[in-house]
């Protein structure tokens, strides 16, 4: 796929997606969903990715959707707007069934096995807020903002936003926000849980990159894909099933390699060598 919407690039075990449409804040397109989704999918089979990094260009992060798409969908619903959920789905963890919870439109970052980090270098408004929610860990720059918006424009809480946000902020907080609509600032955000770090807005690129340097050699591929995977389905899971699934991963753990090396590089006191195997 040529990518005209987005940017994408490869380093040091880190890819890198951009959001690219600052003329328009990096408003959300048809053309985007699908150059994301082929982007987030193309990394996670990448043996040389470790983390992806999702980001925008310019002074926004994502402003929401594009008013002209918009306004098509008012005529020929929301299939016009977004077709992705129709397309065909791409296994990420080999044989291993992926929840459908985590293939649908706009939720299936959880199912990329491998960390998803939110470079928020500005405001992350509706369909812009889901995505970021999505992502497993929010850095956020100085001069970010945040709103669900959709009631001020008659819509919903759309795109699984009212099962992810009330997780991430509490249930409180979810029904405020979603209710008024109204921007936050990235130090309220921060207050909220809404983001784990902010930083100044020179800063967000260097403090995104050392905390994908850090998840890139310190620790086992292996392991962050099980518990990224076993933090997700426990939002599904009654304890019993979380903790059985827990006893089926840890017996796979010990007869890795990734187990061999953490207990030899400790011994050894000397830097990880990770294979992810």
């Known amino acids: ?31 985007m969903s699908k150059e994301v989704r082929h982007a987030m999918f193309k990394a996670a089979e990448d043996e040389m990715v ?18 002209d798409e918009l306004k098509v969908a008012v005529k020929k619903g929301l299939s016009a707007l977004d077709d992705t959920e129709r397309k065909s789905q791409i296994k990420v963890n080999g044989n291993e069934k992926i929840k459908n919870d985590f ?13 998803v980090i939110a470079a928020i270098n500005g405001p992350a408004v ?6 970021i ?17 959709f009631a001020r424009r008659g819509l919903i809480a759309e795109h699984g936003i009212a099962w992810i946000l009330p997780k991430i902020v509490g249930f409180a907080n979810a029904i405020e926000l979603l209710f008024t609509g109204r921007m936050v600032d990235a130090e309220e955000a921060l207050h909220i849980g809404l983001v784990h770090k902010v930083v100044p807005q020179d800063k967000l690129n260097e403090a995104t990159i050392d905390l994908a340097i850090d998840l890139s050699t310190k620790v086992s591929p292996r392991s962050l894909k099980v518990i990224k995977r076993q933090l997700y389905y426990a939002q599904l899971q009654t304890l019993e099933e979380a903790i059985d699934m827990a006893d089926k991963e840890m017996g796979l753990s ?24």
């Open 103 to 115: 293939l649908k439109r706009y939720s299936y970052f959880p199912a990329i096995p491998k960390p």
């Open 133 to 149: 929610l999505f992502c497993d860990i929010r850095i956020a720059s100085e001069n970010a903002r945040f709103s669900t918006t």
């Open 50 to 67: 470790r983390v992806i990094i999702i980001t925008g260009a310019g002074h926004a992060f994502c402003a929401g959707a594009d008013m």
């Open 1 to 31: 796929m040529v990518y005209k919407t987005i940017l994408y690039t490869v380093n040091d075990r880190i890819a890198t997606i951009t959001l690219n449409r600052p003329d328009r804040l990096n408003a959300w397109t048809l053309r």
């Open 126 to 131: 509706g369909i812009g807020l889901v995505h």
């Open 254 to 277: 010990l007869e890795s390699e990734d187990f061999k090396e953490g207990i030899a590089h400790f011994l050894e006191k000397r830097a990880p060598i990770f294979t992810g195997k």
